[in-house]
């Protein structure tokens, strides 16, 4: 059964770092994509960033260079680092697996950014 469990979330200060974590527990890590998303009260979930088997990524422009993504297939992880972090970051980040069968997300992890 597939799982993607993030971690790392908080309540932090605007200009402030915060990294997430999502562990996925999915025999093909390694060989598949994975991205981060998000979704702010009262707006639609929004890509964010995604990193391929590759490594290679690609973000939001709301987010280029202060979001990095990557991952280490050793530990079935991606990461999302948020630097320079902004009020209109505040949302809910899900961790997001786009398998051959079908789409899983995680729960999501709460990011707060005060002014």
């Known amino acids: 059964q597939v799982q993607l469990v993030e971690s790392g979330g908080g309540l932090v200060q605007a200009g402030g770092s915060l990294r997430l974590s999502c562990a996925a527990s999915?025999?093909?890590?390694?060989?598949?994509?994975m991205g981060w998303y998000r979704q702010a009260p009262g707006k639609q979930r929004e890509f964010v960033a995604a990193i391929t088997s590759a490594g290679s990524t690609n973000y939001a422009d709301s987010v280029k260079g202060r979001f990095t993504i990557s991952r280490d297939n050793a530990k079935n992880t991606v990461y999302l680092q948020m630097n320079s972090l902004k009020p209109e970051d505040t949302a809910v980040y899900y961790c997001h697996a786009p398998l051959p069968a079908r789409d899983y997300w995680g729960q999501g992890t709460q990011v707060t950014v005060s002014s």
């Open positions: 999915i025999s093909i890590f390694s060989h598949i994509g």
